[in-house]
């Protein structure tokens, strides 16, 4: 009976060392699997980084370039001619006065919305050659203009669109008083032919956009 019991204990130890054996071989084989797959993962995330990475970076870069370098400047920009400093002087009353255009722009009529008003803008110059009187004024709401190609007169828009008029007595020798008129003229027309009363003619006047 001894020999019985002591062969049944070695039966289960070995059982026991068996079990044992192939816990530790499950343990490492489940080990390596999970150590196997998150290297996998890890080389899949790099990959996709450094291949997208590149290709969104300077996608809208060059874009960006591109528009800033191939803009154009707009038709306002590109028509506009503006009068230069002393390039219409005229005397007035003689040699008691001079008057300098100093530009002449299409600007839009506040009340209809349209592009048919010229204001323009002069300097009035007293001398100190001659005596003034208090008579000597110059009315600017009497300018008029002319179309130098077709001979159609334009006359101001209306008496409250203009400085009124400017009296040289009432200005020192060698000062000067600013003023303007809007005039009434149809879009399209480029040049004009200005007439300030009692000064020269200001012959064709570029007009500015």
Do not use: H
């Not at 450094?50 to 306002?76: D, E, F, G, V, Y």
């Not at 809007?182 to 200005?194: A, F, H, S």
């Amino acid at each position: 009976m001894r020999n019985r019991g002591n062969g049944v204990s070695t039966f289960l130890s070995s059982v026991a060392v068996l079990l044992s054996t192939l816990a530790l071989g499950c343990s490492g084989y489940v080990a390596y699997e999970v150590f196997t797959l998150r290297d996998t993962l890890n080389a899949t995330k790099t990959n996709t980084l450094s291949n997208t990475t590149p290709t969104q970076l300077p996608s809208s870069i060059p874009t960006t370039s591109a528009k800033q370098t191939t803009a154009s400047p707009s038709p306002a920009s590109a028509t506009t001619s503006a009068i230069q400093p002393g390039q219409f002087v005229q005397p007035a009353f003689g040699k008691k006065a001079e008057v300098e255009l100093l530009s002449a722009k299409r600007i839009k009529d506040p009340q209809t919305g349209n592009r048919d008003v010229i204001n323009v803008q002069m300097r009035i110059r007293r001398l100190a050659t001659d005596r003034v009187f208090g008579g000597d004024i110059i009315s600017l709401t009497s300018t008029t203009a002319r179309n130098p190609d077709t001979s159609e007169t334009y006359k101001g828009v209306a008496l409250d669109r203009s400085t009124g008029s400017v009296s040289l007595f009432q200005l020192r020798p060698q000062a000067s008083a600013d003023a303007y008129i809007w005039l009434r003229v149809p879009d399209g027309v480029n040049n004009l032919d200005i007439f300030v009363p009692d000064t020269g003619a200001f012959k064709n006047v570029p007009i500015s956009l």
